[in-house]
């Protein structure tokens, strides 16, 4: 109990210098620290990549709407985020803060050593209801019988890019989206949040803690 306490929490201090050899360690034989090391390699340069761009993307889009440029863009990217007006599309594109993403990533990857982690590169448990996907069965049934299906990634960005886009474009994280257009204080963000997991606020207060104790709104400060 202890050392899940332990992994959630991130209570573990880990220095920037110190590196685990991702491609060489076994996960069964890393400890807690490493097993930590390991996962901020993975995961962090590749979220702060993927938000960099989606950042990117939105302030360009948002000039382009002021100027009245790149319509034809402007409407294609409507189509992809199922909105119909500027507000909600601008809604949309703006990514929120890469500390929520990567607490994110550590709930629902375990740290990075889940079976559909290490299998699939599916850092955030995203299902899988199209048969032509690339997709793995999950471990376990639902309701006895019932088999899930789980996408699975060619790399960790692929899983970051369709994490961003699924927040972007589902009714449930509307609120959420207009939670970051007005702040940018991850706590207030995060209440948005209550909906990713059945557990609701209690999932929310599990961001919260990962994101406090592990320091992470220190990768929203570049």
């Known amino acids: 109990m202890k050392l899940l306490v332990a992994l959630l929490l991130g209570v573990y201090i880990l220095q920037a210098n110190e590196v685990v050899d991702i491609k060489n360690t076994s996960v069964k034989n890393l400890s807690v620290s490493e097993e930590k090391k390991r996962f901020y390699s993975l995961v962090v340069p590749a979220v702060q990549k993927v938000h960099e761009e989606l950042s990117a993307k939105y ?6 709407i002021g100027a009245k440029k790149n319509t034809q863009e402007i409407k294609d990217l409507k189509h992809l985020y199922r909105v119909t007006t500027d507000e909600e599309l601008l809604l949309a594109l703006k990514p929120h803060p890469v ?3 990567i607490a994110q990533a550590a709930i629902e990857s375990a740290w990075a ?3 559909i982690f290490l299998k699939a590169n599916n850092l955030f448990g995203v299902w899988s209801v199209n048969k032509n996907d690339d997709r793995i069965a999950a471990a376990q049934k639902r309701k006895g019988n019932r088999t899930i ?3 699975k990634f060619k790399n960790v960005e692929g899983s970051i890019r369709t994490y961003y886009l699924t927040i972007a474009r589902v009714k449930v994280y509307k609120k959420l989206r207009e939670y970051r257009m007005k702040t940018d204080d991850v706590f207030e963000i ?5 909906k990713y997991s059945e557990r609701g606020t209690k999932y929310v207060d599990s ?3 990962v994101i406090r ?7 929203d400060k570049r």
């Open 59 to 64: 302030k360009r889009i948002k000039k382009d």
């Open 99 to 101: 500390s929520i993403a």
């Open 113 to 115: 050593t889940s079976h």
């Open 149 to 151: 299906w789980l996408r």
């Open 190 to 194: 995060i209440k948005g949040l209550d």
């Open 207 to 209: 961001i919260g803690k």
């Open 213 to 219: 104790h592990n320091d992470l709104t220190k990768y």
